[in-house]
């Protein structure tokens, strides 16, 4: 029989906690439902994580992929892209990836975005990547990952 929420120890918090954030490692639509639990989620929301959890495993798989969201304006495509990166650079910091938009108060918006999820306790309960030590170039274009200094 299942403990209600209210009778739960702190280890069977710490142990939940774990288990969420092991799944978020592995799981892009986990990783972001983790990162955002106030967000709305449906369907669309559900779709394009699965696509872009796809597009990685073909990625990592060596079959250069291509995918295109093509959908209207406010339907969470900026924030899906904004969620991959940071699952992304988790679990690969030593990648290169480029963000380009139509404009570059747009770039340097979700590039601090970027840094901001990276430095959150949630994020850092996920992964060990880390960033804005000395050495390692964190402004409003680049972000280096510690331990992970740029390919040339």
Known sequence: MAKKLA?????????????AA??????????????RPNMM??????????????????????????LAMMTPPQ????????????WLSGRHPDWKVIYASYSDELGV????NLQRTIQSPRYRGIFNTRIGSP???TNN????????????
């Open 7 to 19: 009778d739960w120890s702190p280890a069977d918090v710490a142990l939940a906690a774990e288990q």
């Open 22 to 35: 092991c799944e978020a490692r592995e799981n892009f639509w986990a990783f972001r439902r983790y990162m």
């Open 41 to 66: 989620w449906g369907w669309f929301v559900e779709r394009i994580s699965i696509e872009l959890q796809m597009f990685h495993a073909d990625m990592v798989a060596g079959k250069r992929p291509v």
């Open 75 to 86: 339907h969470g495509k900026t924030t899906a892209v904004e969620d991959y990166i940071a």
């Open 109 to 112: 918006q979700r590039n601090l």
């Open 135 to 137: 050495g390692f170039q």
């Open 141 to 152: 274009n680049v972000v280096e990952y510690v331990g992970h200094p740029a390919a040339l």
